[in-house]
Nanobody, 124 residues
């Protein structure tokens, strides 16, 4: 069974930056689709960034465009979400998602592998 581990969340102030990491025990994250989702209390889990395959142009939600960057280090089997200029409304549990298939996927049912989630809290 593929093990997926997230790290990098925490409590920061508005305007700060954080980098989330998501690694796996095998070469699951080498080239297929990947994404980052977030979920706030009482809300559904929504995608914030996604890539169809390794090297493709990333897709970003309007609320994070220009502030968040999704990337992948295939040699380390790790995907990242660099978050800058954080706002209180970015507060949520963040989940990484990956799949061996290709193609842009913006809903959670299109991903097989998930991280356990990491809390990001942004204070004003």
């Amino acid at each position: 069974q593929v093990q997926v581990a997230e790290s990098g969340g925490g409590l920061v102030q508005a305007g700060d930056s954080l980098r989330l990491s998501c690694g796996t025990s095998e070469r699951t994250f080498t080239s297929g689709r990947m994404g980052w989702f977030r979920q706030s209390p009482g809300k559904q889990r929504d995608v914030v960034a996604a890539v169809a395959y390794n090297g493709a142009t990333p897709w970003y939600a309007e609320s994070v465009k220009g502030r968040f960057t999704i990337s992948r280090d295939s040699a380390k089997n790790t995907i990242y979400l660099q978050m800058t200029k954080l706002k209180p409304e970015d507060t949520a549990v963040y989940y990484c998602a990956a799949d061996r298939r290709f193609g842009l996927a913006l809903i959670d049912t299109e991903y097989v592998y998930w991280g356990q989630g990491t809390q990001v809290t942004v204070s004003s």
